[in-house]
Each structure stands twice: as structure tokens, then as C-alpha cells.
Nanobody, 122 residues
């Protein structure tokens, strides 16, 4: 069974770039799944941010498209989220997940990391 672990800074300054890694074990980031980032701001629901397929093509939430980039390092079995020009509204728990569909927005679907809190504040 695949296990996912997010890592990265817990505090980011406004206007800077948020960068998070997700390390997978028990499964390859090049297998026939979608590997995605999902976040949950405080008091709000889950927001699908974007995903990468087995071929390395990335798909993004249109609301974030100008600021988001998802990439992968197959040698480390990791995929990475970068979010530019962050504001306090980007404060959230960030999850990486794997699913058979491009978008999953329920913790009952797919496999999820435990999540990591990121706060955007000066």
C-alpha cells in the first residue's frame, strides 16, 4: 500500500514561493495514477490544486494556474508543489494524494498523506 509524506516549511512570508515535497513509498510516482496536491484552509472545505499523471503531464485548478507548478523527481520518488506569490489566504493544511481519477476531493478516495500545516504570515 502506498504511503505519502509531505515535507516543507511551515511558515512562508507573503509574496514568497511556497514549496512542498511529497515522498512516496510502496508505489512509484510514474505508475498509472494521478498524483495530486489538495489543501484545506481553516474552516473551509478541501480544494483540489493540481495533479500530475504517469506521463508527467500536469493539470491545474484554473483559479491557481498562474501561480502553481507541479513537478516530480523520479530518482527520489517525489513530487513537488510550488505556489508563487503567496498571501495569507494560502494558509492551509496541504495534502498530497494519489488517485485513479484526476480529481479527488474526499478523504475516502485514494491514498493521502497526513498533511502539513503551512502558514503565510510576516
Amino acid at each position: 500500500q502506498v504511503q505519502l509524506q509531505e515535507s516543507g516549511p511551515g511558515l512562508v512570508r507573503p509574496s514568497q514561493t511556497l514549496s512542498l515535497n511529497c515522498t512516496a513509498s510502496g508505489g512509484s510516482v510514474t505508475d498509472s495514477h494521478f498524483w495530486m496536491w489538495i489543501r484545506q484552509p481553516p474552516g473551509q472545505g478541501l480544494e483540489w490544486m493540481g495533479a500530475m499523471d504517469s506521463g508527467g503531464s500536469a493539470y491545474y485548478n484554473p483559479s491557481l494556474k498562474s501561480r502553481i507548478s507541479i513537478s516530480r523527481d523520479t530518482s527520489k520518488n517525489q513530487f513537488t508543489l510550488q505556489l508563487d506569490s503567496v498571501t495569507p489566504e494560502d494558509t492551509a493544511v496541504y495534502y498530497c494524494a494519489r488517485g485513479l481519477q484526476l480529481m479527488i476531493t474526499s478523504r475516502q478516495e485514494g491514498s493521502w498523506g497526513q498533511g502539513t500545516q503551512v502558514t503565510v504570515s510576516s
